[in-house]
């Protein structure tokens, strides 16, 4: 028997993706405008950079709430599993910007360092140096606001915006001490950790686009899920032995495929009722699991 199993707190879901949303635009629009005046007002490319990336931030939660809206939406006939998918098709497209955003940002300062001319490099104010400090606390705070969410909820593209704050709270460290640097005396420090930011940048892309990947290639639930599957099914009365169970992630939902084995004298009521329990009892245990497919086979091995 199949089934797909529709959860009451979908508009939760997408209640609570949009709160944190919201919250992660309203925060990295007023970082935004303070860096790059930062930025602008106290010489430093590096707090500039910080600027972009942080501006990044904003399209990313953006496509985070369109990308969370359209998932939500029920299945219809082109799309007869739903549409989860497409919050990751928004965790790529994020992963997209944010590669362009860092390759751009290292492009310009590896041709500053490269270039050998520091003379001219003017030394950035103070004024740098606490925005740096200031982006630090903020964005590390968005991180643990965003990543708790996430993880209630169960959301691969708000995980991916979380992560987006971490890597600009890590980038604002590399300008901080590129700051720091330069107004101790080495300038060409700013234009380093222009270079370090874009390391920061380019890894958080890679990471978000390895995770959206995975659950657009139908990769299993993690090892540990899948172990607690099992043995909620093997509690189950009339399951004599679980053979097969695969799973796959489809967004951030998980599709739940068993054979199990039952006693071949039962009648075909009886056969039902056994995979009916095990049915019932994956979506009382697991909210992530979204459709379950139980096949009920005679067990005759002696």
């Given at each position: 028997?199949?089934?797909?199993?529709?959860?009451?707190?979908?508009?939760?879901?997408?209640?609570?993706?949009?709160?944190?949303?919201?919250?992660?635009?309203?925060?990295?629009?007023?970082?935004?405008v303070f860096?790059?005046?930062?930025?602008?007002?106290?010489?430093?490319?590096?707090?500039i950079?910080?600027?972009?990336?942080?501006?990044?931030?904003?399209?990313?939660?953006?496509?985070?709430?369109?990308?969370?809206?359209?998932?939500?939406?029920?299945?219809?006939?082109?799309?007869?599993?739903?549409?989860?998918?497409?919050?990751?098709?928004?965790a790529?497209?994020?992963a997209?910007?944010?590669?362009?955003?860092?390759?751009?940002?290292?492009?310009?300062?590896?041709?500053?360092?490269?270039?050998?001319?520091?003379?001219?490099?003017?030394?950035?104010?103070?004024?740098?140096?606490?925005?740096?400090?200031?982006?630090?606390?903020?964005?590390?705070?968005?991180?643990h606001?965003?990543?708790?969410?996430?993880?209630?909820?169960?959301?691969?593209?708000?995980?991916?915006?979380?992560?987006?704050?971490?890597?600009?709270?890590?980038?604002?460290?590399?300008?901080?001490?590129?700051?720091a640097?330069?107004?101790?005396?080495?300038?060409?420090?700013?234009?380093?950790?222009?270079?370090?930011?874009?390391?920061?940048?380019?890894?958080?892309?890679?990471?978000?686009?390895?995770?959206?990947?995975?659950?657009?290639?139908?990769?299993?639930?993690?090892?540990?899920?899948?172990?607690?599957?099992?043995?909620?099914?093997?509690?189950?009365?009339?399951?004599?032995?679980?053979?097969?169970?695969?799973?796959?992630?489809?967004?951030?939902?998980?599709?739940?495929?068993?054979?199990i084995?039952?006693?071949?004298?039962?009648?075909?009521?009886?056969g039902?009722?056994?995979?009916?329990?095990?049915?019932?009892?994956?979506?009382?245990?697991?909210?992530?699991?979204?459709?379950?497919?139980?096949?009920?086979?005679?067990?005759?091995?002696?």
């Open positions: 028997m199949g089934k797909t199993v529709v959860h009451t707190d979908d508009r939760e879901f997408e209640r609570i993706a949009t709160r944190v949303s919201v919250v992660g635009i309203v925060g990295n629009l007023v970082l935004t860096k790059i005046i930062a930025g602008i007002i106290g010489h430093s490319g590096a707090m950079s910080d600027a972009i990336h942080s501006a990044s931030d904003v399209i990313s939660s953006i496509i985070v709430i369109v990308g969370v809206k359209i998932s939500r939406k029920e299945a219809d006939d082109d799309h007869p599993y739903g549409h989860e998918r497409h919050e990751c098709v928004a790529i497209v994020l997209v910007i944010l590669l362009y955003t860092g390759l751009m940002i290292g492009i310009n300062a590896a041709k500053v360092i490269m270039s050998g001319e520091f003379s001219g490099i003017r030394v950035p104010g103070t004024i740098a140096l606490v925005a740096a400090v200031t982006s630090i606390i903020t964005k590390e705070a968005m991180y606001y965003t990543i708790h969410y996430a993880k209630i909820i169960k959301s691969e593209s708000l995980r991916a915006s979380a992560w987006d704050h971490r890597s600009d709270a890590l980038s604002s460290i590399g300008a901080l001490v590129g700051i640097g330069s107004i101790m005396g080495y300038p060409v420090l700013d234009s380093v950790a222009s270079l370090i930011i874009c390391i920061f940048i380019v890894r958080a892309a890679y990471q978000i686009f390895i995770g959206a990947v995975n659950q657009m290639v139908d990769k299993a639930a993690d090892a540990e899920t899948v172990a607690k599957i099992d043995a909620c099914i093997r509690e189950q009365e009339g399951v004599v032995e679980v053979y097969r169970l695969k799973t796959r992630v489809f967004g951030n939902k998980i599709y739940v495929d068993v054979n084995e039952a006693d071949g004298k039962l009648t075909l009521h009886e039902h009722a056994i995979a009916e329990r095990v049915h019932v009892a994956i979506e009382e245990n697991f909210s992530e699991v979204k459709h379950i497919m139980v096949h009920v086979d005679p067990y005759e091995r002696g």
